[in-house]
Every structure is written in structure tokens, then in C-alpha cells.
């Protein structure tokens, strides 16, 4: 009886080491400097997208309206830092809006742009 468990053991070994969890791993779908690459990608973008929100949020004209409406200006700031993905991009779309609008022609009134950086200062302290 002995012997046979041992028989059947021995005929099992080879049968248990072959069938290892090694030799089922799939193989990667994505390197790993393919996926480095798309993180830092992702990283340098949305340090952009934040700068630009910055630098709409550090505009005279944006800090004008918001004390006239009595937004406060550094917690919009220090909310950009927690922002992410989709929040993020659209916020920095409409900076860039606002970025781009600029005064053709020399005029000295905002209309548009200023609309923008409204939302921009509500929909971050919103967020936040």
C-alpha cells in the first residue's frame, strides 16, 4: 500500500511541476517603457493644464471679479492642485479661452473672456 501511494506520487511530480503557474503567465499586451511613456504623457499634461488654469486664476481681471463677487482667489488656487482627468481638461479649455481671447484691437473692456473666468473660479471652488 505504501509503495503504491509512493508510485503514484512519483507519476503526479512531473505532471504538478510542467502545469506551474510560470508557464500559464499570458504575455504583456503593453511593455513596460510603452506604458512609462503614456504616464509621463499623462503627467506632463495635466501639469500644463494646471499651469494654464494658474495663469488664468493670476489675471487682473479675473482677481477684479472674483473680490467684486467675493470669491476668494487662493482657495480657487490651491483647489487647482487636487483636480484631475475630466474636471481638469475642461477647466483648462476654458483658460485657454480665455488666454486666446485677449483685447483685439486695443479695447479695454472684457465681455466673453471674463464670463469665462467666472465660471472657471465657480466651477473650482465648486469642485473642491
Known amino acids: 500500500m505504501l509503495l503504491t ?5 512519483l ?4 505532471l504538478f511541476l510542467l502545469s506551474s ?3 500559464a503567465q499570458q504575455a504583456r499586451i503593453v511593455d513596460a517603457a510603452a506604458l512609462h511613456g503614456a504616464l509621463a504623457s499623462q503627467a506632463a499634461t495635466e501639469r500644463d493644464q494646471r499651469a494654464q488654469v ?3 486664476l493670476d489675471r487682473a481681471d479675473v482677481g477684479e471679479m472674483a473680490a467684486r463677487l467675493g470669491l476668494d482667489l487662493g482657495n480657487a488656487r490651491s483647489a487647482v492642485s487636487t483636480l484631475g482627468g475630466a474636471d481638469l481638461g475642461a477647466l483648462a479649455q476654458h483658460a485657454g479661452a480665455l488666454e486666446a481671447a485677449g483685447l483685439p484691437g486695443g479695447a479695454s473692456t472684457i465681455v466673453i473672456s471674463t464670463t469665462t473666468a467666472l465660471l ?4 473650482i471652488l465648486l469642485v473642491k
Open 54 to 56: 494658474l495663469r488664468a
Open 11 to 14: 507519476a503526479l511530480l512531473p
Open 5 to 9: 501511494h509512493r508510485l503514484v506520487a
Open 21 to 23: 503557474p510560470a508557464f
Open 120 to 123: 472657471i473660479i465657480i466651477i
